[in-house]
């Protein structure tokens, strides 16, 4: 099956807002095996909502639209997509009553506009909106299909994988499944070489995608309804640990969230142990990435941001002498500052963060993207030199990344 | 002018990356005045380039490409936009010796894939790329123009604003001129009503945008190339402050990035002035939202995450009846907090922030969004109560807004 995306939303041409329901949309559909041939956005014009509909399924199988489903006048994706079919708008009145019943529970009026958003074109199947109050639809007519979903990105995650996903599934009458392997501590270059034979089979596929230092293998499998997937991707995910080792940190399935902080996390609360943070370049990013995890509080109890050396001297216990000596960007402040960042806590692990993160700061011995991570545990204190490039905000997120990988690999080498 | 954005690139289509380039051309051109009716974004293929931007140039005066200037094979969008006008691909010199000057300085051998990246239509005005290999151009024929620029936002944004920008401006006689007024306390909704009839104006014209709690409102005035814009926009500025107050917290030109965080940093260097931060449901992105700012060492020492309640006890001695009585959600404890940590640190001042930010964790009488800023400075120490909604990372990022807006407040009153 081909298919297209058409966005509608004068904010999108306005550049208010990124288009990242065609990004998600994009992502799920090739995870589901469906061939994405174009995106189109155009704004709040039933013309040209009509024109770029006619386009695209002139082109392609289906078309799924994005926005255009709010109760002002200008929203009219609906509209155009039954008059393009020719199919007249009939009133859903189990739609009418939720839309109703929504608006009563927000206490607010129902008027003559919401009404318009329980109409659809005759025959349509009605997805209902359980995060917002436009219902989406998919209309089928002469091998053709247009599914209308809300602009919204919440409610246009849920509707999809609630209901159009299994709609997709159901029709192409095969499965796909998906596992995603995140890998830390070997570049993509790197990785796709090491990888490189795998990538051209055909089932299982495997596809990479980068981000923040990271690299994420998607494993997918294509299977008749029903059956099991994991005969397939077993092997390739066995295969794929074996090239690179330890620098997998997880696998996960579609719609988890994955990250080395949530890793490290998990990792920490099933050993039954904690972890406290001194951080300097970094200035909080650490602690706050560990933090963004539900349930943190087992597992981090306090943390502590030294961005000068007399707090490094008297919250973490930092000897004059070493900052003299080595300066603060130096492994042996690093080490001191984990030591003292765990003695003080009483936590099991200590990381700290030491380095220049830029812009200015800088010198020929200690260039912006020195960096000294700092690591206490149970079995001692060790540092490690970090080069780095990027600019401000980027050296900052690459030393939380790498510090909570040295973190993760030495802990489960104990 | 009419123009349209055509987006290449084969990663788009596929999910790997949201097409942040559409958004910020879109935003930008609306600032400039150049009319926008359509994103198309379609893969790497030849033909599918070369049709796609067959439709935009029969639709509109002019199309802006982004992406597929790469050394590779499939790399194609300049001899496409070549083709399509008739025109043969022809070598420059200049760009040739700045390809291989830059391959060079980075240690890497000149392929021939890499000498496709110095051949451009023949007459084209070519734009040189100063963050990246691939540079672009810009081809005019029969009152139609084509702008190839390269995907990777930095060299993309860098030749838009250096190169393209002043084309556009040059070729529409006239000069469009904004400035932003970053607005906080106020909301969406609320600043629209306020702002009712100047929504109407034709030169200047106010437009909104919003994000993470704030607003922005964009006056834009059109004069013609040589004029002083200000005489429009200055009397726009003065009526919105007049209306809306203390809550506008900055204004700003096109480029200049601007945050409550760095408004605070700033306000706080000018008067000399130090924070301090000690966090419990934000989890350290106070401060690390203060320490995003280059310079933020001369203002921000320290700061503390206090997750348990032992570690507010020890490390900012909040007294074990106040937790007993009122537990660590409470208007007290904030206090507390703020107090100890300004004491400790010897900071001008000092931000405290408790709350639930869920998603468990949540009771009756505490419910998730439930936030506690206290706020500790030379003029004695405060706290407010806060009542946020959305998720945890939402409820976090708001409860920091606030407490940076907080402070701005009490310090600027002072």
């Given at each position: ?312 001297m008297r919250v973490l216990g930092v000897r004059a002498e070493t900052l003299e000596k080595h300066g603060a960007v130096s492994a042996e402040c690093a080490l001191e500052m984990a030591e003292g960042a765990r003695r003080a806590s009483g936590s099991d692990w200590a990381i700290a963060t030491t380095g220049v993160a830029g812009p200015d700061g800088g010198t020929p011995e200690k260039p912006v993207g020195l960096v000294y991570v700092g690591i206490a545990g149970p ?36």
């Amino acid at each position: 099956m081909i298919a297209e995306i058409l966005s509608v939303g004068t904010e999108l041409l306005m550049g208010q807002i990124a288009n990242t329901d065609a990004q998600y949309i994009s992502r799920r559909l090739s995870e589901l095996g469906v061939t994405l041939y174009r995106h189109t956005t155009v704004g709040d014009n039933p013309a040209r909502v009509k024109q770029a509909l006619c386009e695209a399924l002139s082109r392609s199988d289906m078309v799924i639209t994005t926005g255009g489903l709010g109760p002002t006048e200008d929203d009219l994706t609906k509209e155009m997509v039954g008059e393009f079919f020719g199919l007249p708008m009939e009133l859903d009145e189990k739609s009418l009553e939720a839309v109703r019943a929504r608006m009563c529970r927000l206490g607010r009026e129902m008027t003559k506009n919401n009404n318009k958003q329980a109409y659809f074109p005759r025959g349509a199947v009605i997805m209902p909106n359980e995060c917002g109050t436009a219902p989406g639809c998919i209309v089928e007519r002469d091998g053709k299909a247009v599914a209308v979903l809300p602009g919204p990105p919440r409610e246009m995650k849920d509707m999809f994988e609630r209901q159009l996903a299994p709609w997709l599934r159901k029709r192409s009458g095969e499965h796909i499944e998906s596992r995603f392997l995140r890998i830390f501590g070997v570049g993509e270059s790197k990785t796709e070489t090491v990888l490189l034979d795998l990538f051209h089979g055909d089932n299982p596929t495997l596809a990479l995608y980068c981000g923040a230092g990271e690299v994420t293998a998607r494993i997918s499998a294509r299977v008749p309804l029903g059956a099991d997937a994991n005969a397939l991707i077993d092997p390739m995910e066995a295969e794929i640990r074996r090239r690179l080792g330890n620098a997998v940190y997880a696998a996960y399935g579609p719609g988890e969230e994955v990250s080395l902080a949530s890793t490290v996390l998990k990792m920490l609360m099933a050993r039954g142990e904690t972890v406290t943070t001194a951080e300097s370049c970094t200035g909080g990013m650490l602690i706050s990435h560990l933090i963004d995890c539900p349930g943190a509080s087992a597992a981090v109890h306090e943390g502590h941001v030294t961005y000068s050396n007399e707090a490094k001297m008297r919250v973490l216990g930092v000897r004059a002498e070493t900052l003299e000596k080595h300066g603060a960007v130096s492994a042996e402040c690093a080490l001191e500052m984990a030591e003292g960042a765990r003695r003080a806590s009483g936590s099991d692990w200590a990381i700290a963060t030491t380095g220049v993160a830029g812009p200015d700061g800088g010198t020929p011995e200690k260039p912006v993207g020195l960096v000294y991570v700092g690591i206490a545990g149970p079995d001692g204190v060790r540092a490690e030199r970090l080069m780095l490039r990027g600019d401000r905000d980027w050296i900052r997120t690459l030393t939380c990344q790498n510090a909570l990988d040295l973190l993760r690999l030495r802990a489960t080498a104990r």
